[in-house]
């Protein structure tokens, strides 16, 4: 039965879309569920790093389940409705005041695309291939992905991919900017782990106030948020830790306050 997968992983909270038979295609059920799957990992102090994975190796997600088109997309008032759960998941994964990495293996294509779009990094297998069939299938790809899309890849590029419809290569991917990293599919477990690590060294409102000060650069927050982040960063215990810490020549430890 198609469904989000949410566990934990030590520090690192997953959302795994589990759709196997249709290489992960997410059904409108799945997706309503990803705004309070990413909630729940926010309320973990446990979780750190929230990380979106697909079920096996064969596909992150390759877009959404066509078998529900009829029903569910087959008006503007319908496909309305749809649009407006697609943008809450993306915002959901946006927002999230922990970092988000989208691991990507196999196939990605539409909605995974898009969604793998609006995590903070993106690392994938060397056998990936990503698309955008939105036109094939006479569907508008909706505004925010294409605002994400031009955002990660610029307006050249993104035409390219809107248009064309064609299949990228990981290779490709990473040259566009889509895709931070590309890994040995046989090491893709190890690396991405080895990534995470990495980013767990870093103090967590460090990391909040980062993200939310490119939010801002991108228009997606004001000014006053980016400015209360940072100061939150200077008045914390973290700060006090970091500084510590180099002076004592030792790794700080960091409790995100």
């Known amino acids: ?20 038979a249709k290489l992960n295609a997410v059904t409108y059920e799945m997706i309503g ?3 309070e799957a990413v909630a729940r990992l926010e309320r973990d102090p446990q979780v750190k790093v929230i990380a979106l994975g697909g079920d096996g190796d064969q596909a992150f997600v390759s877009g959404a389940d066509i078998s529900e088109f009829g029903a ?4 503007s008032s319908a496909t309305a409705v749809y649009n407006n759960a697609m943008d809450a998941a993306y915002r959901a994964i946006s ?12 196939v990605c294509f539409g909605a995974g695309m898009s969604l793998a779009s609006y995590c903070d990094l993106r690392v994938c297998s060397d056998d990936a291939e990503f698309a955008q069939l939105a036109p094939r299938l006479g569907l508008a790809v909706s505004y ?3 605002r994400r899309l031009v955002h990660l890849i610029g307006p050249a590029h993104a035409v390219d991919v809107l248009f064309t419809g064609r299949r990228l290569t990981a290779a490709e991917a990473l040259a566009m900017g889509l895709v931070n990293r590309v890994f040995p599919a046989a090491e893709l477990k190890e690396r991405y782990a080895a990534l995470i690590a990495q980013i ?16 801002g650069v ?3 927050a004001e000014m006053r948020e980016v400015q209360a982040a940072a100061d939150a960063c200077h008045a914390s215990e973290d700060y006090a830790e970091g ?11 960091f409790k995100g306050r």
Do not use: Q
């Open 1 to 20: 039965m198609p469904e989000l997968i949410t566990r934990r992983d030590g520090a690192t909270g997953w959302l795994e879309f589990s759709n196997p």
């Open 33 to 35: 569920a990803l705004p």
């Open 72 to 75: 569910i997309r087959g008006s």
């Open 95 to 106: 927002r999230a005041r922990k970092p988000t990495l989208a691991c990507i293996r196999g």
């Open 144 to 146: 925010p992905s294409v």
């Open 200 to 215: 767990l060294e870093g103090a967590p409102l460090s990391l909040l106030s980062t993200k939310i000060a490119i939010r």
């Open 218 to 220: 991108l228009g997606e």
């Open 243 to 253: 500084r510590k810490a180099y002076v004592e020549k030792r790794k700080p430890i």
